[in-house]
C-alpha cells in the first residue's frame, strides 16, 4: 500500500501517489521527484518528451536516461518516470472543488463506490446518510473535520478520495487531494 501525504502548493492540483514522485499539474505534466529533504522538478509533454528540468541528469551504462534529486538521494530513469505519468488519472478533479462535483466526475468515469461496512457516525454518518455511501471515515474532532471516500476501478485499483468541511459546516465538503492504492 502506498503512502499518502497531504500538501498544499499554491494554486496547482496535487495528486499524490508515493513518496518519490508527485504529479503537480497535468496538461503538459509537471512531475516532483522528491528525495530526502530535497526535491526537483520535471517538465513534460504528454507524448513523453522532456520540456525541462531542474533535476540532476545523467545516462548510465545501458544507456538509460535518469533523473535524480540535487544530492542524489532519489533517481528515477525516464522510463519510471514515464510510467508513473500515465498512471490512472481522474479528469476534471481538482483541490478545493465541492465534493458533490467531484463524485459526479469520478462515477463518470465508471468508477464504483465502495460501501463501507463500518458503523457510521458523526460527519460519517451525515454524509453517508446523503447518499455517499463511499465514506470510509470521518474525523470530527478536527476544525477541518477530513473524511475519506472509496472508490473502486474495473481495473481493481482503489481510489481514496480525501476531503475537509468549510468553517465547520457539514454540507461544504471540498477535495483535499486523492491516490490510488
Not at 517538465?43 to 551504462?61: F, H, I, Q, R, W
Not at 518516470?81 to 463524485?103: G, S
Not at 468508477?111 to 463500518?118: F, H, N, R, T, W
Amino acid at each position: 500500500m502506498k503512502k499518502i501525504l497531504i500538501l498544499s502548493v499554491f494554486l496547482l492540483s496535487v495528486m499524490l501517489y508515493g513518496k518519490d514522485l508527485i504529479l503537480l499539474k497535468q496538461g503538459n505534466v509537471s512531475i516532483q521527484l522528491v528525495g530526502d529533504r530535497e526535491s526537483c522538478t520535471i517538465e513534460m509533454y504528454l507524448s513523453g518528451k522532456v520540456m525541462d528540468s531542474n533535476c540532476a541528469k545523467m545516462t548510465n551504462s545501458k544507456k538509460l536516461k535518469i533523473f535524480c534529486t540535487p544530492e542524489k538521494t532519489m533517481c528515477k530513469t525516464l522510463d519510471e518516470v514515464k510510467d508513473f505519468m500515465h498512471e490512472d488519472k481522474i479528469e476534471n478533479l481538482y483541490q478545493d472543488m465541492p465534493y458533490y462535483q467531484a463524485r459526479k466526475a469520478i462515477l463518470k468515469m465508471h468508477y464504483m463506490p465502495i460501501e463501507a461496512d463500518s458503523l457510521h457516525y458523526g460527519l460519517a454518518k451525515i454524509a453517508y446518510n446523503r447518499g455517499y455511501i463511499e465514506v470510509d471515515d470521518c474525523a470530527d474532532s478536527s476544525t477541518l473535520n477530513p473524511c475519506v471516500f472509496k472508490f473502486t476501478a474495473n481495473n481493481g485499483k482503489i481510489l481514496h478520495v480525501y476531503t475537509y468541511t468549510k468553517e465547520a459546516q457539514h454540507n461544504g465538503i471540498f477535495v483535499t487531494s486523492w491516490s490510488f492504492e
